[in-house]
Nanobody
Framework: QVLLVESGGGLVQAGGSLRLSCAASGRTFSSYGGGWFRQAPGKEREFVASISWNGETTYVADSVKGRFTIARDNAKNTVYLQMNSLKPEDTAVYYC?????????????WGQGTQVTVSS
């Protein structure tokens, strides 16, 4: 069992930056793929970024490419999402997810989410 807890969300002006953190419990997390998803009001949850268990492979959605970066520190059991040049359309609840797979749509474990609000 892996427990994921997100932090770092908040209110920021357009053009600003935030760094989300996802702290995981469980010794197996360092062998899991991890990633971030988001869900805006009235919209379906969408993929944002993912990272392989060793951090060597990352994927970022086209909508955030060049602005968001995903990273991980397995010594700290933590996955990060650095968000720069934020736009109002980035406003959403951001969820961390992980699992024994490199396919984000098969992640087994999910956090409770952290709200990110970008004002114009």
């Amino acid at each position: 069992q892996v427990l994921l807890v997100e932090s770092g969300g908040g209110l920021v002006q357009a053009g600003g930056s935030l760094r989300l953190s996802c702290a995981a419990s469980g010794r197996t997390f360092s062998s899991y793929g991890g990633g971030w998803f988001r869900q805006a009001p009235g919209k379906e949850r969408e993929f944002v970024a993912s990272i392989s268990w060793n951090g060597e492979t990352t994927y970022v959605a086209d909508s955030v490419k060049g602005r968001f970066t995903i990273a991980r520190d397995n010594a700290k059991n933590t996955v990060y999402l650095q968000m720069n040049s934020l736009k109002p359309e980035d406003t959403a609840v951001y969820y961390c997810a992980a699992g024994p797979t490199e396919m984000p749509h098969k992640y087994r474990y999910w956090g409770q989410g952290t709200q990110v609000t970008v004002s114009s």
